[in-house]
């Protein structure tokens, strides 16, 4: 979706050209401590409403919202999920709104892979862990977002240093959480990145537990495929 950021688009034709059945389009207000969000759930083929609400909420009441989003959802498109899909989309990473801010903000600006942004996203994480110091998603996030400054933007002697805080920021966020898929996927980065490519069994294994977790992690398929590439396994890396 991120293609057309920026741009006024009709949410239907959006649908069409990603070949989606349908389409969740709507507008999101944000007023002192108060939140407004307005969805309307669209099937692509003739522009139906399948759903439509408003919510007015505070902020510390989030979590709630987007529980309320994603359940009506599956409700409208007649979904049937496993119980450990539904408790991870109404199970909150945290418990609080201003780390969450935090997170989603860094989050954004670590995929980005740039030396500014990752500066950017490397103050939001941190600032998010200082707020929640439990919130293991955010350590899972910065330890990637230390790794991703360590190999590409700073030097050599910088970069181990960082390395090391990687390492055991990623550890703390699977002490939080031991089967948090992406604090796994960032040790498998990790481990990949920074041991000249060696151990590659170890970073496999990692990112296999990480999509034994969440099988929806894309970015964690395509690094599982750029490992099997490099040691030849094409065969495995297309799949």
């Known amino acids: 979706m991120r293609r057309y950021e920026k741009q006024d688009v009709n949410p239907l034709e959006v649908a069409r ?49 987007q529980d309320d989003i994603s359940l009506n959802v599956l409700k409208a498109l007649n979904l049937t999920v496993t119980s450990q899909e539904k408790n991870r989309l109404i199970t909150p990473p945290t418990k609080n709104a201003e780390a969450f801010d935090y997170y989603l903000r860094g989050k954004y600006y670590v995929a980005r892979e740039n030396p500014e942004d990752n500066k950017t996203a490397i103050s939001m994480l941190e600032r998010a862990v200082a707020i929640d110091p439990s919130f293991p998603a955010a350590y899972a996030e910065l330890a990637r977002a230390y790794n991703i400054k360590a ?48 151990p590659h069994e ?38």
């Open 151 to 198: 190999f590409y933007f700073t030097s050599a002697a910088e970069g181990r240093k960082l390395t090391e805080r990687a390492s055991v920021t990623v550890d703390k966020a699977l002490s939080l959480d031991p089967n948090l898929a992406e604090a796994h996927f960032a040790r498998g980065l990790l481990l990949w990145t920074h041991a000249n490519r060696f």
């Open 202 to 239: 170890q970073a496999i294994q990692e990112y296999r537990r990480a999509l034994a977790l969440n099988p929806a992690l894309d970015d964690v398929h395509r690094e599982l495929g750029l490992v099997y590439s490099h040691i030849g396994l094409f065969d495995k890396a297309w799949e």
């Open 17 to 65: 050209q990603l070949q989606a059945d349908s389409v969740l389009a709507g507008t999101i207000q944000r007023a002192s401590d108060r939140i407004r969000v307005s969805m309307n759930l669209l099937r692509a083929q003739d522009g139906t409403s399948l759903w439509a609400e408003t919510f007015d909420r505070e902020m510390n009441n989030a979590f709630a919202l």
